[in-house]
């Protein structure tokens, strides 16, 4: 069990804790993961009733969420609940919220563990956090205080680096808690026990027997009702730099020596920092953007836009393990496909030069396809490895099989949110699917390194693969994306 | 397509033709594999007519096959069929079928090609080819002669010696074609394929990765109607001695350096000289037999009899490849399940002390398992692997998750007989799936280092797993059976 802890949220009426916050509360509580000394104050500028507010966030669960309520659970949840009207911008409203946690704590209602929510932009971090030490609310003592944060971590290494220092002034690096909630998903969780607490993936995770991989992100949706914000960050910053470089590094990090969170971050950091940068001569020719052709009519969105909604690219990895082999990502908006997969794609036996046990010559069938490893992250969760095995008949022949396990088709199997694991390790204290300073520092590094205005912007139609050119980028390397291989559909795609 | 050429069976009112090689010269047509110039002599001692004969043989399709019959096929094979009938105990009758076979060919009716399928007792064997090749039947020239004969290759290496120089008198080592119906299964066939056609066993295949391999081939049936020899034979010779140690060459051997027949035969040589032969010693340790209750019950079984009709061992193969692993061997009549399978159990990952690319200490989640590969040939043909995968909850646990491919699943497959595939097989001149002289007299080394005086005979139940002692020859070294493994049923096998 978890110590009891205190839950402040700044930004309370906002859709993050309607729709992920609250409903995630509820489900740790129906699990059975919560402590009784568990409490929330959610601040928020409106003028609101304890009644009304808990209303709001009832009817979020309901509209926003696929959830079962549970009775029990939600009155947990609303019971341990109050809302806390103040501005955040206003320096004296920190002495009523102290005051408020101060009489609270003394009379032994709530504990003085205390979690701090900033579910507000970034640009007002550095600020709450300042006027919250300045008004006493972060005090040290037998109690622990604890600071979470979400992308973006500013919009350069620069701006990241002013962010932290202002957030460090207060908190130690062990306190903040930077939530990617992809780390959260049950599959990229999977990816570490898939490598690690089986015996026959990790003597393959190697260049001597993987050909490439794909770690894909792709959207159904267009820009929403984020459009300023979107518009003003794109496709590389929204997603390149947090989602698909931490699902890249948890890929291809090399084994830890432990489960300890550090020495999983070190190795993450270890492999964040062998990526190989990208130079003025070299960007064109292994990135790429793209816009889906209605983007430039959403609402906010400027006619005359660049931002692009669309990232293809190949990127290397300098080190023993991976020196050789394209890692090739791909996200997008309003593409034709909500899809999330990691794609590990062998050699063929006639390529591995020299494996360990054997140097034999393998006699390969024509028919033979490359063993290909899928790990899927949504919609459907699962794995699927591709194998060469007899065709069933008489003849000599091979042909492909795919064998999987799907995970989300399991009966009575509700994936739980990211923010229920997240919430909890913080609870913990376990900041292992968090993502460290140094960690956050090379990825913006490594993105620094795309001059954007090198890249080349194609448009692509809504509802389709992308621009074409994402497709050529593989084709010149004779190579194709797995998540658009439409074969097992009865569809083909033999015009890219 | 094949060369043309006449079949001439020996043995042609036996059910072998019945049961087997006519409706595998059925589907062989149906399929469009059968030369125009095929001819089939089937010779019998009876007085049946043409007609008669062919009806018996119509009869035992239906019967004793599932085959749904294709007019055309069947009138192909029934016109190209002619009934011989003579003793081939009398000298005098072999002139008969040599100027039959003679007016054939020179009319040009007859392919000069033949193929000779002794399908009678093995006794017979030498006493046929010799008067065949004393008669002329057998001849030289731009022709060429195959002989096609099933186990038992004699009962010890000694009579397999016997009986194989009298044959070798008149055919050579590449005429002779020595059937072993396991190589033609579909699953096993498969075996070669899993290994050498993807990347990612092959590296595994070893010893740094494999904890123990297990081949299983359990039986319903009792002893049937094969009474009188099989209580002379008994299971070692009947099964283990081919099946079985053939199964575990194909699944042990090196990579062959090409898919040349004698490359492939030369790896299964080598493999059946590393077994590790068993002394006074140590073969009370390591075999054990068992003999199903009612066995001395069955209609023509001595009241007295100790054959067995169950074995059990454990034996190590020494090579640089799988020093350290044991191989597990189980087969027996009258027990409770169907099944012929070869498992193999990996190691677990902190067992694994060195790895090519890493030396890495893995901390192994308490709940993980071993990962499991099953190659199932019958009935159900398929692979599956057990794999260690997140726990779908928030909680840090591993579940174990079953990848599966069900080959005999697919819509509209029907495995082919093995005999189809090795009838095409002797057509084309392919030996890859007959067993050599060299690896016969290696197999029969082995089982004569078995001295079967020192086994210890347990009964078990009709209709059970087998004997306990088969199941502590395993739990004595930690391990257990996995084709007993009914955790996926529902049952539970705890008192094992």
Redesign the interface.
Known sequence: MEDSCTLIIFGGTGDLVKRKLVPALHQ?KY?G?MDEGFNLVSIGRRNKTQAEYKQDLFDGMVNYTKLLIHEESWEFVKNRTTYFQMDFNKPEDYTLLRNFLNSKVDSGEYSPNFMFYLAVGPENFGKIVNLMDQNGIVKDGNNWNRLIIEKPFGVDLDSAKTLNSEIRKVFKEDQIFRIDHYLGK?MI??IT??R?????F?????N??IDNVQIVVSELDGVGSRAGYYDSTGALRDMVQNHLLQTLAITAM??????DPDHIRDVKVKLMSELVLYSDETVADNVLFGQYESYKNELNIPHDSKTETFVAMKLYIDN??WRGVPFYLMTGKKLEEKTAQVTIE????K??EE????N??????QN?A??VLEIKIQPREG???R????K???INE?VV?????C?SC?NN?N??DAY??LL?DVMKGDSTRFTRWDELALSWYFIDSINKKLVPLYHYGDNSCGPTQACILLKKDDRKWWHLNKMKRGETHENL
Chains 1, 2 share one sequence.
């Open positions: 740790l699990e993961l049950e969780q999977n026990m898939l690690f607490q089986n015996a026959i990790e003597p393959l995770w190697s001597k027997f090399d084994p830890p020596i432990s489960n023993e393990k062998f050699k063929f036996p390529d591995i494996t360990c046990s054997t034999e010559i393998f006699s390969l069938n033979s490359a063993n794995i699927s490895l194998l060469n095995t007899k069933p008949a008489v091979t099989a795919e064998m999987e396990y995970q399991q199997f994936t739980p229920e694991k909890l």
